[in-house]
């Protein structure tokens, strides 16, 4: 080990941030392969907005939802990423439409891992924003089996991600399915996600907000901050001028309550707002002593609805 620590020092910067990588990424590869042996199978849809590299660790499937522009339909995240899709918005003059995952989707990938004598855990968005837990459960049950276990999150974005690595550390610990899933039922009504929006353009032209609205808060520069409550989303506090006051009024509520806040996860999602990502992680890092602070994006259905800028912090309560 003294011989391994001396070797570093006397390295380049360069090699040693390329010998960080590879250990990192070696790391990444051994905690995949330990879920692979389990004998559960995680799988959720495109909107949980996991990164890649946690996708990965936790050996998470995803269905994608679709989105649809007119005379062209992507799957969100796999031929359309965020950055495109704001490109496509911006060239053809109109927000796209999204549609739920097809039950098809679900029946395909269940049935792949049931014949791998998989445990199926299907955990996405909530069932009132979207009827892609409808089509899990009709893929269930087509297929007529009870290895397969769904869960409505009554969240979106990585609200549901959140549930998600909490099953993943359970699966890892060698937890039974019966208690993931009655755990993870308890966990739901405890999942705080808000976000604050910096353009109302995409919600007046998502038909969430009129027009004389928009024009006032556009020109008050009102920032409301959205929260998802029960299933359904709310107007929580508005800020105003930058998003970043905007922000501090989502981090001031944090902090108030940080003493009822689990400490194993926190997620910092947001739609191209990789700045005021990182000002949220130091604030919440000099506050609060989290176990995992993780900056994830926001996928093309998310960001469709709530446009460029916008920015959540996402917690579980004790």
């Not at 031929?79 to 918005?89: H, K, N, S």
């Not at 927000?95 to 097809?102: E, G, M, Q, R, V």
Request: glycine fraction near 6%; charged fraction near 25%.
């Amino acid at each position: 080990m003294a011989q391994m620590k001396r070797f570093f020092t006397v390295c380049t910067p360069e090699r040693q941030h390329r010998i960080t990588f590879t250990i990192h990424s070696l790391l990444c590869i051994i905690e995949s392969e330990v879920m692979n042996l389990s004998n559960i199978k995680l799988i959720t849809d495109s909107t949980a907005d996991l990164s890649g590299e946690l996708l990965k660790k936790y050996d998470i499937d995803v269905v994608p939802l679709y989105v649809e522009f007119p005379g062209k339909s992507y799957f969100d995240g796999v031929d359309l990423q965020t950055e495109e899709m704001y490109r496509e918005v911006q060239s053809r003059k109109c927000l796209p439409k999204t549609a739920a995952a097809s039950p098809g989707a679900f029946f395909e990938l269940f049935e792949h891992y049931l014949k791998l004598g998989k445990t199926i855990l299907y955990l996405g968005i909530g069932s009132k924003f979207s009827a892609t837990l409808q089509s899990a459960m009709t893929a269930k049950k087509m297929l007529e089996s009870e290895s397969i276990y769904l869960l409505d999150s009554l969240n979106l974005s990585s609200g549901s991600g959140l549930l998600l690595l909490k099953a993943a550390e359970m699966i890892r610990a060698n937890i039974t399915i019966e208690t993931i899933v009655s755990t993870l039922e308890t966990l739901v009504p405890k999942v705080r996600s808000q976000f604050v929006i910096d353009t109302l353009e995409y919600l007046y032209k998502g038909g969430r907000l009129n027009a004389l609205s928009t024009l006032m808060g556009t020109m008050l520069r009102i920032k409301p901050i959205i929260k998802v409550r029960e299933g359904v989303m709310a107007v929580g506090k508005k800020g105003r001028g930058s998003t970043r006051n905007g922000i501090d009024l989502m981090l001031e509520e944090l902090f108030s309550i940080k003493n009822d806040v689990d400490l194993d996860f926190c997620m910092i999602t947001h739609s191209l707002a990789h700045e005021e990502a990182l000002y949220m992680k130091d604030k919440i890092q000099s506050q609060m002593s989290f176990k995992h602070i993780y900056e994830t994006p926001a996928g093309c259905v998310i960001s469709s609805h709530c446009g460029k800028g916008t920015i959540g912090v996402l917690y579980i309560m004790k």
